[in-house]
């Protein structure tokens, strides 16, 4: 049962540049989460998607769009890559039950020259 | 202000005890949460205390809930190097699915 899986991993983006940063889980849950990683500043929500078909903004949207393709894959876009888009991007996805559990991936370590 | 609040740095001494401190701002939160997240890795839950909960106890893990003063708090007993990480103290509200999750607490455990 591989939970959350993210890729890349790592990624080096020059200034306006644009990458997509893929998300699947394979535990059927209907929402799902982009969160930002930065020192001092903790976790920080940046999408999020209810169900498939849904998404909505959290915290910190600007600069970012998602795209939630199926019930398993929830994708971010940087469409003009900033340097302030440097950080550790976090997918992760809440089960059903009373608990909800937050279930997260790897990770993704975006750098932005 | 922030919806949840946590220090940023803990040390302590190999074999001490640890006390991770929360304060959450939400008195409809159903659930609170403990997780935990190594270096270079994603976060896990570690433990968790429902609302109409004062205490939680698993193995050399207490939680301790105040919802008077909305504080949570995680006491790690004999704590060992292998417990050096981030802990996050998160919150789920009454009527969301969405957790809101504190700045994490780096724990430097020295031997």
């Known amino acids: 049962n591989a939970g959350v899986t993210q890729t890349p991993k790592f990624q080096v983006l020059k200034t306006g540049q644009s990458m997509t940063l893929q998300c699947a889980q394979d535990?059927?849950?209907?929402?799902m989460y982009w969160y930002r990683q930065d020192p001092g500043m903790g976790l920080r929500l940046i999408y999020y998607?209810?169900?498939?078909?849904?998404?909505d903004k959290g915290e910190v949207p600007n600069g970012y769009n998602v795209s939630r393709l199926n019930k398993r894959e929830f994708s971010l876009r940087l469409e003009s890559a900033a340097p302030s888009q440097t950080s550790v991007y976090f997918c992760?996805?809440?089960?059903?039950?009373?608990?909800?559990?937050?279930?997260f991936g790897q990770g993704t370590r975006l750098t932005v020259v | 202000g922030e919806d949840v609040e946590q220090s940023l740095f803990l040390s302590v001494r190999e074999g001490d005890s640890s006390v991770i401190n929360c304060t959450y701002t939400?008195?409809?939160?159903?659930?609170l949460y403990w997780y935990k997240q190594e270096p270079g890795a994603g976060l896990q839950l570690l433990t968790y205390?429902?609302?109409?909960?004062d205490m939680k106890q698993d193995q050399r893990l207490t939680v301790l809930l105040n919802k008077k003063d909305k504080h949570l708090s995680l006491r790690i007993a004999d704590t060992q190097t292998g417990d050096s990480a981030i802990y996050f103290c998160?919150?789920?509200?009454?009527?969301?699915?969405?957790?809101?999750f504190g700045r994490g607490t780096s724990l430097i455990v020295h031997p």
């Open positions: 205390i429902f609302s109409n909960m």
């Open positions: 992760a996805s809440t089960g059903q039950g009373d608990l909800m559990e937050a279930f």
């Open positions: 998607s209810a169900s498939e078909g849904t998404t």
């Open positions: 939400d008195s409809s939160s159903t659930y």
């Open positions: 535990m059927n849950h209907n929402s």
């Open positions: 998160a919150e789920r509200r009454g009527g969301s699915y969405i957790p809101t």
